[in-house]
């Protein structure tokens, strides 16, 4: 039977790793999907008292993992701010104008009255349904409702990406 090189050696999945590069520690984990790689603090010398142990790097590490946890921006964020921030965004890319005016008439008539002042970290599935459910009632098309669900859903996903939020409803 074979065994890993690392067997006994590897840390638990989501605590990050230890790494002991040129007499300096660094610490490497994930957040909301990326990669941080930080330094940590040197590496004690035998026989002196500078630097830190492998325990004293290891706790070390956990604290900065602590402080870089996901922030908690999607509770100040509102749906409104981060659609607003969107469009900015598509705006500075070179979106065309009529794609942009389309987009802020969907976010100021049908958005912003049902969900715009929503946290994005509040908002849920059953919200985006009720949401779909009440363009469908008030009489507006298939069209119109699957396009507002598209800029919403587009709204989410650039949330996703800047982690404000870890899993788009939509």
């Given amino acids: 039977m074979q065994t890993h090189r690392n067997a006994g050696t590897r840390r638990t999945h989501g605590t990050g790793s230890l790494i002991a590069k040129n007499g300096v520690y660094y610490g490497k984990w994930r957040v ?3 990669q941080v790689m930080r330094k940590v603090g040197p590496v004690r010398r035998p026989a002196t008292r500078d630097g830190l142990t492998k325990s004293q790097a290891e706790a070390q590490l ?3 993992m602590g402080e870089m946890a996901v922030p908690p921006a999607a ?3 509102t749906v409104q701010e981060a659609a607003e921030r969107l ?3 598509l705006e500075a890319m070179g979106r065309k ?3 942009l005016r389309a987009y802020r008439s ?3 008539a049908q958005i912003n009255p049902r ?3 929503r946290p994005l970290g509040g908002v849920r599935r059953e ?5 779909r459910d009440g363009c469908i009632r008030d009489g507006l098309s298939a069209k119109y409702t699957a396009n507002a669900l598209g800029f919403l859903h587009s709204v989410f996903e650039f949330a996703v990406r800047r982690d404000w939020i870890a899993i788009n409803p939509c």
């Fill in 62 to 64: 956990c604290k900065m």
């Fill in 127 to 131: 919200e985006i349904e009720a949401f």
């Fill in 75 to 77: 509770e100040r964020i």
């Fill in 97 to 99: 104008p009529s794609t």
């Fill in 115 to 117: 969900i715009g002042s």
């Fill in 87 to 89: 469009l900015a965004h």
């Fill in 106 to 108: 969907k976010l100021r």
């Fill in 32 to 34: 909301g999907g990326r």
